[in-house]
């Protein structure tokens, strides 16, 4: 915000006006009553309705087919030139809400007030713009303070800050995947964060063991002679075909 800033009185004419313009190389200035107070602005766009019209005889068919506001081809003072009630912002407002307004109504200045409307200062583009030259080390050092200061769960406070021309990486792991959104919006309301890329992980778990390795189905190894489900079997016996028993049924010699 610019704190030295150049007003209109209501009663100020039309030379005097694009003068002081000039002389401060601005596009529009705050016009007070005789409190200070903001009640309107006068902007080149105001003026220059004078120049648009300079061909034609007020009230001639021209104002039909012109804007909202001919009468200020014809208009001298301050009073008459300015766009009121005049969009303003509030001295302790984010710069974000100024960039809002901003954007909204098309003007690339905004009056700064105080809570009773008296003209405290003036801010423009590019004061918002230069909270986009904060250093990445300043960034991280305030980010990381946010993290420490109890605004994410404390289950996120080993989540690592680094930033890059102003661009916010996290990695690490939450408990919580679904804290995630709420890490970003934090990160991004600190003024000058250009972005957030969140590079988060769910939490750690136990690797899983192999299939083919023993007991890789989680319970272990079960010892040898045990059968998982019944319990321990008595050793079997010697196979017939191994002991030379052969066959249970065989034919008799032939008798010669």
Known sequence: MT??????????????????????????????????????????????????????DPPGPVFRRGPAEPHKAVAVTARELMTAPAVTVHADAPPA??????????VKRLPVVDGDGVLTGIVSR????????RE???????IRGEIASGRFPASMESVRV????????????????????????VVRSVEGVVDVRPVLSGPRGRPPLEPDFPG?????????????KEGPRAPAGPDRREAGMGPLTHRAADAS
Request: proline fraction near 3%.
């Open 3 to 56: 704190r030295t800033v150049v007003a209109l009185s209501q009663g100020a004419v039309f030379k005097d006006i694009v003068r002081t313009m000039r002389q401060w190389a601005v596009s529009a200035l705050p016009v007070l009553d005789d409190e200070g107070r903001v009640i309107g602005v006068v902007s080149e766009a105001d003026l220059l309705r004078k120049e648009e019209y300079r061909d034609s």
């Open 97 to 106: 809400r100024a960039a809002r307004l901003m954007a909204r109504r098309q």
């Open 126 to 133: 590019a004061d918002l713009l230069k909270v986009f030259l």
């Open 136 to 142: 990445d080390d300043e960034l991280a050092r305030e």
């Open 162 to 185: 680094d930033v890059c021309d102003g661009v916010v990486t996290l990695t690490g792991h939450v408990p919580d995947l679904s804290l995630v959104p709420f890490a970003v919006r």
């Open 216 to 228: 890789g189905d989680g319970r272990g190894a079960a010892p040898a002679g045990t059968d998982e």
